[in-house]
């Protein structure tokens, strides 16, 4: 991802980048913070931008810190609703054939060697 | 002339195991086309195949043959045989076509419904407050990604762009509809069930290549991969409602696609030119064969009932 393409991305791309990074910290974050943690490639105005907007829109919320704002993120409506999805969606045995997951589940086996391929790749965890 | 009309009946028990190993040695996004295309053309020449087979047996039928100005009944060989077969294709049709519409019926009530509930989503990407790790991308216009917050926390910040990266390739290809195009297929001839796994396992891999592409390292998007479906299973080790995973014998497709990415050894090497070749051969054989073989028995039945016509042949 060449970091001069990062601001001609499309805003829901910027969003969910954003959100991500909200999602996974620990507490709240400052945009100077969330900007850090997604590389840098925005700059400090355009993650401000961005948090403003997720805000208005109710997927974060904001406590005043010093001079500016701390973020968290909320389950908003989307978040019910996708809730109600899970839900929906857990009734129907056939789900799998609508629904791409990102990773299916493991054997004892897939186990070992997911483990023998990520530690033989180096810097493994 | 008969004999035309069994061919795409039964070439599928062979085109399908040929295509599924074909597919295992191209890339993926060659694999989606060449399983989507056969599962679609076979089907399609072994549906056409029973119903030119209820014909020569339908004109016995006086409304039929009236119909089609027969003087007499089409020639097939004994009336017995030919009636035997007419009804028996009739009713294969007929339980096909029921399983697809229903099948088609059942698809589309799914899709709306995910559609439906992306269309309530305010944004791209939809987080869950969920310890268990997940992630998928619901189909719709425009489609959206659902991922929990346990699937975040396991992932560095360039690996959640991974996983954004590769729910967003299966959201733009329309993936789901290459699936429900080959469930369809499947429907319609068994034989061409076998051919929904490796579909399955290629859109994986066709989304996994774009998000190396977009991220710029397949080692990074093939860690992503490892460590949410590690992460998944930690989650859900004590977590008896899962259902126990029944195969162990055969590597799943996990370690497969992360084993690409990092290009080792452990997935198995694409097969020699010479092999692939030959695969491919066999399977464009195959589908030439079927299709042909429903276009020669449509012939042959057409000067059939030209003769029955009273023609001169």
Partial sequence: ?125 | MIYCVWLPLLVPFLAAPASRRLASALPPRQAIWLLTTTAAGLAAASSCALALLIVPGATHLHAVAALGDLLTPLYGGSPDAVIAIAVTAGALLAWCTTRLVRGLQRRLRQLRHAARLAAEADGELVVLTDEHPDAYALPGSPGRIVVTSGMLRALSAPEREALLAHERAHLRDRHHVFTALVDLAALCHPALRILREPLAYALERSADESAARTVGSRRLTARAIGRAALAARASSAGDRTRPALALSATTGPVPRRVAALLGSSTEPRTARPLARSFAALAVAACLALSAGASLQAADDLHDGIEVAQGETP
């Fill in chain 1, 1 to 125: 991802m060449g970091d001069k393409n990062a601001e001609r991305r499309p805003a829901g791309e910027l969003e969910a980048g954003v959100l991500t990074a909200l999602w996974a910290a620990d507490g709240p974050l400052t945009p100077g913070q969330v900007q850090e943690i997604i590389g840098g490639s925005l700059a400090r105005t355009t993650v401000t931008t961005i948090l403003s907007r997720l805000y208005e829109k109710g997927t974060v919320t904001r406590k005043r810190s010093g001079r500016g704002f701390v973020y968290v993120p909320t389950e908003d409506a989307s978040g019910l609703t996708a809730r109600r999805m899970h839900a929906e969606l857990a009734k129907d045995e056939d789900r799998g054939a609508v629904l791409s997951r990102f990773v299916s589940q493991l054997s004892d086996e897939d186990e070992r060697l997911l483990r023998a391929l990520l530690d033989g790749d180096g810097d493994g965890r």
